[in-house]
């Protein structure tokens, strides 16, 4: 199974803040991984597939980047319906593998 | 728009089982993959099962094959997923998801408790 990791695990940050969150996979996926939102007692919400292409709806301020092993998430001008805990997943090859979560928090 | 709604978790004792439904509208449901995901209280999100639009191919997570059985009817728009073999680590809020190489569009979960 390919592993997932990411970094960091939380995160503090303030209102007007950018962020990156790192996603790094145990061997190499291509550009076939993902990024979800979640916020507390609430669904995941789908923010990037194919590592950088944005959902339908969702603010330019998300952006993601990366190909092979390594990926970020970037959060610009963090606002408060931002803090969450975001989520990365890969479906180049089954079983389909999350990383572990970060908090991002105030 | 887009409507997930899944039905069926309860309370059951270990070694149980359940019927998991998710009933989708607001999109052609017969041509979409289809996936389950999981999420344990205070954890992170588990990829359990995906199936094709034909329900020809399906693929599970190691922890819950032969136990799980993730199935659909097109006709009715709807997903299912039956979990035999309930463990205590198989408590979760069970999410039905469109999608099965990137995933969209989430339901509201529903929440299966294992306990005696």
């Known amino acids: 199974d390919i592993q997932m990791t990411q970094s960091p695990s939380s995160l503090s940050a303030s209102v007007g803040d950018r962020v990156t969150i790192t996603c790094r996979a145990s061997?190499?996926?291509?550009?076939?991984l993902a990024w979800f939102q979640q916020k507390p007692g609430k669904a995941p919400k789908s923010l990037i597939y194919?590592?950088?292409s944005l959902h339908s709806g969702v603010p330019s301020k998300f952006s993601g980047t990366g190909s092979g092993t390594d990926f970020s998430l970037t959060i610009n001008s963090l606002q408060p319906e931002d803090f969450a805990t975001y989520y990365c997943q890969q479906y180049n090859s089954y079983p389909r593998t999350f990383g572990q979560g970060t908090k991002v928090e105030v | 728009e887009v409507q997930l709604v899944e039905s069926g978790g309860g309370l059951v004792q270990p070694g149980g089982s359940l019927r998991l439904s998710c009933a989708a509208s607001?999109?052609?449901?017969?041509?979409?993959?289809m996936t389950w995901v999981r999420q344990a209280p205070g954890r992170g999100l588990e990829w359990v099962a995906n199936?094709?639009?034909?329900?020809?191919?399906?693929y599970y997570v190691d922890s819950v094959r032969g136990r799980f059985t993730i199935s659909r009817d097109n006709a009715k728009n709807s997903l299912y997923l039956q979990v035999n073999g309930l463990r205590a680590e198989d408590a979760a809020i069970y999410y039905c998801?469109?999608?099965?190489?990137?995933?969209?569009?989430w339901g509201q979960g529903t929440l299966v408790t294992v306990s005696s």
């Open positions: 194919d590592a950088s």
């Open positions: 199936i094709k639009p034909d329900g020809n191919e399906r």
């Open positions: 998801v469109r999608g099965g190489y990137y995933l969209d569009q």
């Open positions: 607001g999109f052609t449901f017969s041509t979409s993959w």
């Open positions: 061997q190499g996926i291509s550009n076939n």
